[in-house]
């Protein structure tokens, strides 16, 4: 499983997009301190075909988990 650490959005979210289409792994977690940042990556990630698994709080941090999708 991949761990990426993004900063607040916009530019947390464009990182976690370019981080998959670069290396495509079958698992990630995102970490951000932007709560917003986890709404936008809710959204955008099953555009690249991730489903996601799990949200949640670490202190100040927030995680998204992710899987990509089964053809």
Same mark, same amino acid.
């Given at each position: 499983?991949?761990?990426?650490?993004?900063?607040?959005? &916009?530019?947390? #979210?464009? $990182?976690?997009? %370019?981080?998959?289409?670069?290396?495509? &792994? $079958?698992?990630?977690?995102?970490?951000? #301190?932007?709560?917003?940042? *986890? %709404?936008?990556?809710?959204?955008?990630? &099953?555009?690249?075909?991730? *489903?996601?698994?799990? *949200?949640?709080?670490?202190?100040?941090?927030?995680?998204?988990?992710? !899987? !990509?999708?089964?053809?």
């Amino acid at each position: 499983m991949d761990v990426l650490e993004v900063p607040g959005c &916009p530019q947390g #979210s464009i $990182e976690a997009v %370019k981080y998959i289409k670069e290396r495509g &792994p $079958e698992e990630l977690v995102v970490k951000t #301190s932007d709560e917003d940042c *986890v %709404k936008v990556l809710r959204l955008i990630l &099953p555009l690249f075909r991730y *489903v996601v698994v799990d *949200v949640w709080r670490e202190g100040e941090r927030h995680a998204v988990r992710a !899987r !990509r999708a089964r053809s």
